[in-house]
């Protein structure tokens, strides 16, 4: 678990906010959502295929997009969690990815949530091509293997990006797995204003860069709105000396080389932290 403090940062809030979609940073969100992005292998080929659980007042859904990167034409399954009818919370969607049958099966009856769209516990999604689980997400490892009648893959589902919405007055909590395999590990964000800037510490051995643009929470006649946080583990420790990683320089940098260049910038999770009145 880590807890991170506050300090007014030298960044540039407009070239912040020029990657960043509006409806996150300029009004509040009508809908609250977590998006992870995966990269799988099907067959002989790597895929990135994007989860989102958004919910708003009177909806509930799952969307999984799947990218090819050999056609421009992505392949999204919609899933309705707030259905009257207890059975459409348990199914099965087949589509076609790069001429290989993929295909997904999700039970959803016993879910637990808590205050995020995302499931906590007691439910499992499982995508399958060519008998073998390719993804899964959920606690129900076993129950998905069993209905699916199929091998888990030989090479892991790899989760590369996060970003998701938190709302609250003061404390701001989530879990991040900082792209490890299951390992969760508990974040607290407070908005006292006080501390450095821009830290990177030290998480299972492992340097973790904390970067932020918290322009709103200072500025706003009633210090409301978002506060952008991103939490990215560096695998080479070279890279804590790249100037396009620092501070200052966080708006016109860090947000293009990632535009450009995702996958170099290896996983990064991204919290929009809403502050309420």
């Known amino acids: 678990m880590f807890t991170t403090p506050l300090e007014p940062p030298s960044i540039s809030r407009t070239l912040v906010q020029k ?45 999984i997009t799947v990218e090819n990167p050999e056609e421009e034409n992505h392949y999204t399954c919609k899933i309705d969690l707030k259905t009257w009818q207890f059975w459409g919370k348990k199914g099965l969607k087949t589509f076609t990815v790069a001429e290989k049958r993929v295909d997904v099966f999700w039970d959803l009856r016993s879910a637990k949530f808590t205050s ?15 008998e073998e689980v390719v993804l899964l997400l959920g606690d129900q490892k076993n129950e998905a293997l069993r209905r699916t009648k199929s091998r888990p893959s030989l090479e892991d589902a790899s989760l590369v990006h996060k970003k998701e919405i938190v709302f609250a007055k003061k404390c701001f909590c989530t879990k991040t797995t900082l792209g490890q395999d299951k ?32 322009h709103d929470w200072l500025y706003n006649s009633n210090h409301s709105g978002v506060g952008i946080f991103v939490f990215r583990r560096v695998e080479d420790e070279n890279e804590l000396g790249s100037n396009h990683l620092e501070a200052e320089d966080f708006g016109k940098s860090f947000w293009d080389v990632f535009e450009e260049q995702p996958s170099c910038m290896g996983f990064c999770h991204f919290l929009y932290a809403w502050k309420t009145e």
């Not at 998006?35 to 509930?60: E, N, P, Q």
């Not at 974040?187 to 299972?204: A, K, Q, R, Y």
Request: glycine share 4%; charged share 20%; with cysteine.
């Open 116 to 130: 995020s769209p995302e499931p906590n516990s007691d439910y499992y999604v499982a995508m399958v091509s060519r």
């Open 19 to 63: 990657s960043v979609d509006d409806d996150l940073t300029t009004n509040k969100p009508t809908h609250n959502f977590v998006t992870c992005i995966y990269r799988v292998k099907l067959g002989d080929i790597f895929c990135d295929i994007t989860v989102t659980w958004a919910k708003t007042l009177i909806s509930h859904t799952l969307y």
């Open 183 to 214: 390992k969760e590990h508990s974040i607290i964000i407070e908005s006292s204003l006080n501390g450095p800037g821009n830290e990177t510490i030290v998480v299972d051995d492992f340097p973790v860069q904390i970067l932020w643009d918290v």
